[in-house]
C-alpha cells in the first residue's frame, strides 16, 4: 500500500520537476518527454520556441498534423502558445524494445502557408512489472538424473527496456537446484535450473520453489512463478518384443494396404516409461516405400509394389522405444511368394543371314536365348515354331535353342522367311512371347537359264537387207544377280558349208537375231542354227534352243524356156501332117521358173502368129494344138510367138519362137533353107553352118531311133512304123529337174516327136502327152522311168531324167 501511495506522487509531480530540453531553429523544433505523462500536460511553449506571437498562431490559423495516418497525441493550446499531451503515451506500445522511441507531428501555418517539424523522444519509465507466461513450472524429473543436470525455465518478460528490464532471478532455497543465469549477445537473460544434488524420490515425490525475477528500475518491480518439480521413477525397464523375430510369406503385387504382420511388444514401467512407440530402424529407402508402420499398434501394411523379381525375401528391423527413450529391437522376415506376371522373353543371340540355298538339311542358323523372371512352374517355359517353315528349334544348353533348316532351300521359290518363334511359360494362367526373326536366303548359281520356247521359227524374204531383224529368243534364270543375268550367242556351225555367224548373229544382250548377208531362196530354203543362253554365275550354267530360219520366195526369176530352146541361133522346126485334124496336138513349150509357189504357176499365151486361128497352146500346159483341121490353103510355113508368164506380182515372162512345117514327109525339109534364107540374108554363111551340123545330129539320132525301134519290136507290138524318126524337143539342164511341183517340167517328162522318112503320104503318128488336160498347180506329175519306156518302147534301162 505503501509502494502504491508513492508511485502515484511521482507521476503526478513528474512534470514539474522534468528537464525540458528544446532545440531552437527557425524551422524544426524538438522535445523529450517521458512516457505516461497526463492529458492537458505542457511539452513546450510552441510559440515561443517558434518566436512567433499568440495572435500570430490565431491569424495564421495554427493546427498540429501527423506523418501520414498516424495518431495525434499532442496538440496547440491557441491562448497560450503551449504545446500539451491529448492521448496516452505509452512507449511500450509505440516502440517496444527499441532504444529510442521518437513522435514527429508537423505545425501547419496559414497565410502564407508553411509547415514546421515537430520532433519528440519519448523516454521509458519502470512503469511495467516483471511476467511469467506461465504462474506454474511443471518438471518430471527423474530420480535417476544426475547431479549437473540443467532444464531450461521460462523467461519473464517485462516491457520496459534497458534498466528497467529484468535484470536478474532469484530461486528459493533448497538443497537439489540452482539457478544458472546466461545473458545472450542481444542483452536477454535466459535461465536454466540446476541438479545440484540427485533427487530421490522415495524420500520426495514433489518440491514446490518460488522462482523470482527482479528489474533494475527505480522503485525496483518484480514477478514470480511456482516450479512444481515431481520425482519420477527410473526408467529401468526397457520394451519387450513378444518374438525376436518375426516371420510372414507376402504374394507379390499384392494390393496396397495389405496386412503383413503385426509386432507387439510390452514394458515393465508404468505411465509414459510403459507408453511405447514403433519405428524402422536402419531401414533403405527402398524398403520404406514398400511397407507402412502404425506407431502405436505395430501393423506392417503393404505401401508400394511388391516385385518379386526384385526381393524374393525382405528383412525389417523394427524399434520399440518407452517414453523416456529406452528401446528394444525385432526382425520381420517377409518371404515373397512369385505370382506369374512375367512373359518369358526371347532373345535372338546369333543369326546366319543371308544363308546360301544350297545349305543342307539341319544346318545352325541361329542360336534363342528364352529367359523368364518367374520361378518354379512360372519359369518353366515351352518354346515352338510357325508352322509351313523349313526350319525347327532344336534345344541346346539352358535356355538356348538352335535355330536350324529342316530341308534344302530355294531361294527361287522362297527368297525370305518371317519366322515367328513363341514362348509359352508353365504358370496358370499361362504367358507367352513371340519373336520375328526376318531370314533371307542367298542365291547360287544353280539355275541354267531356260528358254521361253522349245524351239523358235524365223521368217524371212529372199533378198533382205543385211542387218534386218529375223527374231527374238528369250531365255529366263530364276537367279538372282549376275547368277540370272543372261548372254546370248550363237553355237559355231555351218550353212551350206560356210560358217553360221556369216549368216546371223546375236545380240548378248537381247537376244535378237540379226541377218548379216542377204538370202537367197533359189539357193537354200531353210536352214536351222543353235543359239545358246548362258549365265553370268561362276561357274556358268547354259542351254540350247534350235533357231529355224525359213527363206521365203520372192518372184525374182523370170521363166526360163527349155523348149524350144533359145540358146545359140539354132532354131527348132515341127513337122505338122497335113492331115491332122482340130485339137491334135502338134509341140509342146516347155519352160520352168526357179521361184517357188505361185511365182513359179507358169501360164502360156500364144502373143503371134502366121495363122491366128490354126493353132492354140493350152494356158498351163504349154501344149499346142490344132484349133481346126489343116486345109489346103493354108500356109505350110508356120510361125508361133508364144509367151510364158508367172504368177508373182509383179509378174515375170519370158518369150519364145516356135516354127511349124506342115508337111507329110521329111522331103520337104531342105525347103527350111528358104524360110531362113529370106528372113537372115545377111548371116547365110553362119546359118549354112549351123545346118550342116543340125543335118548331121539329125542323121546320128535318126539312126538311134532305128536301132531302138528294132530292139522294141523284139519285145512289143510295133508301135511306130519303120523309119520313124524321132526329133528330140528339149534339152533338159540339171539344175531345172525339180521345181517342187509348180512349174510344168517334171524330171520323169520327156516329150518326143517321132516322123516318117517315107514319102510325104506318109502316116504321121503322134504319142499325146502324158496330162492330156491341164496340169493343176497344186498337183504334181509323177511317171517312173519304166512308164516312159513302156510308153516310147524304150529299153528297161533308161537313165531316170535329171
Known amino acids: 500500500m505503501r509502494n502504491a501511495v508513492y508511485e502515484g506522487f511521482f507521476i503526478t509531480h513528474f512534470a514539474f520537476f522534468l528537464f525540458i530540453c528544446v532545440h531552437f531553429a527557425y524551422g524544426d523544433v524538438s522535445y523529450s518527454i517521458a512516457e505516461e505523462m497526463k492529458r492537458g500536460s505542457v511539452i513546450g511553449n510552441i510559440a515561443k520556441d517558434l518566436g512567433l506571437g499568440i495572435n500570430t ?55 502564407p502557408l508553411e509547415l514546421k517539424r515537430i520532433t519528440i523522444q519519448v523516454k521509458d519509465i519502470n512503469d511495467n512489472t516483471p511476467e511469467f507466461s506461465e504462474n506454474l513450472i511443471l518438471f518430471e524429473i527423474s530420480e535417476s ?12 518478460r517485462d ?29 536477454r537473460k535466459q535461465s536454466e535450473l540446476v541438479l545440484v544434488k540427485e533427487l530421490d524420490r522415495e524420500r520426495e515425490e514433489e518440491l514446490k520453489l518460488v522462482f523470482t525475477a527482479v528489474d533494475g528500475g527505480s522503485p525496483q518491480k518484480s514477478g514470480t512463478a511456482i516450479i512444481h518439480v515431481t520425482v519420477l521413477d527410473a526408467n529401468d525397464n526397457a520394451p519387450v518384443f513378444s518374438q525376436e523375430i518375426y ?5 507379390e503385387n499384392s494390393p496396397l494396404g495389405f496386412l503383413v504382420n503385426i509386432v507387439s511388444a510390452t514394458d515393465a514401467d508404468s505411465g509414459s516409461n510403459g507408453e511405447i512407440t514403433f519405428n524402422f530402424d536402419h531401414m533403405s529407402d527402398d524398403h520404406v ?31 520399440a522405444k518407452d517414453g523416456p527413450g529406452l528401446t528394444s529391437y525385432c526382425t520381420v522376415i517377409i518371404d515373397i511368394t512369385d505370382v506369374n506376371d512375367n512373359p518369358p522373353t526371347v532373345t535372338l543371340k546369333s543369326l546366319s543371314n543371308p544363308i546360301p540355298e544350297h545349305v543342307s538339311p539341319d544346318t545352325e542358323v541361329g542360336i534363342i536365348n528364352v529367359q523368364d523372371r518367374d520361378s518354379g512352374n512360372n519359369r518353366q517355359v515351352r518354346c515352338s515354331i510357325q508352322q509351313g517353315v523349313p526350319f525347327k528349334l532344336v534345344p541346346s544348353i539352358k535356355n538356348y535353342y538352335s535355330l536350324v533348316t529342316t530341308e534344302q532351300l530355294d531361294r527361287e521359290l522362297v527368297s525370305d522367311y518371317n519366322i515367328t518363334i513363341t514362348a509359352t511359360d508353365e504358370g496358370s494362367p499361362s504367358l507367352s512371347s513371340s519373336k520375328t526373326v526376318q531370314l533371307s536366303v542367298a542365291d547360287i548359281n544353280d539355275n541354267p537359264p531356260v528358254f521361253e520356247e522349245q524351239s523358235y521359227s524365223a521368217y524371212v524374204t529372199e533378198n533382205n537387207k543385211p542387218g534386218s531383224t529375223l527374231c527374238s529368243v528369250t531365255a529366263r534364270d530364276p537367279d538372282w544377280r549376275q547368277n540370272g543375268t543372261v548372254i546370248y550367242s550363237l553355237l559355231p556351225g555351218e550353212v551350206n558349208g560356210a560358217p553360221v555367224s556369216s549368216y546371223l548373229s546375236v545380240n548378248g544382250d537381247t537376244g535378237v537375231i540379226h541377218a548379216v548377208r542377204s538370202f537367197d531362196y533359189e539357193q537354200f530354203r531353210s536352214f536351222k542354227v543353235q543359239v545358246m543362253a548362258r549365265d553370268n554365275g561362276s561357274p556358268p550354267l547354259s542351254s540350247n534352243v534350235t533357231v529355224s530360219v525359213f527363206i521365203a520366195d520372192v518372184n525374182d526369176n523370170s521363166p526360163q524356156i527349155l523348149y524350144p530352146t533359145t540358146e545359140g541361133s539354132s532354131f527348132m522346126t515341127e513337122l505338122v501332117p497335113k492331115a491332122a485334124q482340130g485339137g491334135s496336138l502338134v509341140s509342146k513349150v516347155i519352160a520352168v521358173d526357179a521361184d517357188s509357189g505361185q511365182n513359179a504357176w507358169l501360164s502360156y499365151h500364144i502373143v503371134k502368129s502366121t495363122d491366128p486361128g490354126l493353132f492354140s497352146i493350152g494356158l498351163h500346159s504349154g501344149e499346142i494344138k490344132t484349133q481346126r483341121d489343116i486345109s489346103e490353103s493354108d500356109s505350110m510355113k508356120q510361125n508361133l510367138i508364144v509367151a510364158v508368164k508367172d504368177n508373182g506380182q ?116 503322134f504319142v499325146s502327152s502324158y496330162n492330156d488336160n491341164t ?16 510308153a516310147f518302147c524304150l529299153p528297161d534301162e533308161f537313165p531316170e531324167s535329171q
Open 57 to 111: 498562431l490565431s491569424f495564421r490559423k495554427a493546427r498540429i498534423d501527423t506523418d501520414g495516418n498516424d495518431k495525434k497525441y499532442c496538440d496547440i493550446n491557441m491562448s497560450t502558445g503551449d504545446l500539451i499531451v491529448t492521448d496516452r503515451i505509452d512507449r511500450d506500445t509505440l516502440c517496444g524494445k527499441k532504444a529510442a522511441c521518437v513522435l514527429k507531428e508537423e505545425l501547419v501555418l496559414e497565410n
Open 145 to 156: 538424473a544426475v547431479k549437473g543436470a540443467k532444464f531450461l525455465l521460462t523467461e519473464a
Open 159 to 187: 516491457g520496459d527496456i534497458g534498466t528497467n528490464a529484468v535484470q536478474r532471478y532469484d530461486l528459493q532455497n533448497n538443497e537439489h537446484f540452482t539457478i544458472n543465469v546466461n545473458t545472450e549477445a542481444s542483452g
Open 247 to 251: 516371420k510372414s510369406s507376402l504374394p
Open 289 to 319: 516405400s514398400l511397407f507402412s508402420l502404425d506407431h502405436k499398434t505395430g501393423e506392417i501394411r503393404v505401401a508400394g509394389l511388391i516385385d518379386y523379381e526384385t526381393y524374393t525375401s525382405i528383412e525389417l528391423r523394427i524399434r
Open 650 to 765: 509383179p509378174s515375170l515372162s519370158a518369150t519364145c519362137s516356135m516354127y511349124l512345117l506342115i508337111s507329110d514327109n521329111l522331103a520337104e525339109v531342105p525347103e527350111l533353107k528358104d524360110i531362113f534364107h529370106d528372113e537372115k540374108n545377111s548371116k547365110l554363111t553362119y546359118y549354112l553352118i549351123i545346118a550342116l551340123v543340125s543335118v548331121s545330129t539329125f542323121f546320128l539320132t535318126f539312126i538311134i531311133i532305128i536301132l531302138g525301134v528294132r530292139f522294141c519290136r523284139r519285145r512289143k507290138p510295133r508301135l511306130l512304123f519303120d523309119g520313124a524318126v524321132a526329133i528330140p524337143s528339149a534339152y533338159l539342164p540339171p539344175n531345172y529337174a525339180d521345181v517342187d511341183g509348180t512349174g510344168t517340167l517334171r524330171s520323169t517328162y520327156n516329150y518326143d516327136a517321132y516322123l516318117t522318112t517315107g514319102s510325104r503320104t506318109s502316116d504321121f503318128k
Open 775 to 790: 496340169l493343176p498347180a497344186d498337183q504334181t506329175l509323177k511317171k517312173s522311168p519304166s512308164d516312159f519306156a513302156d
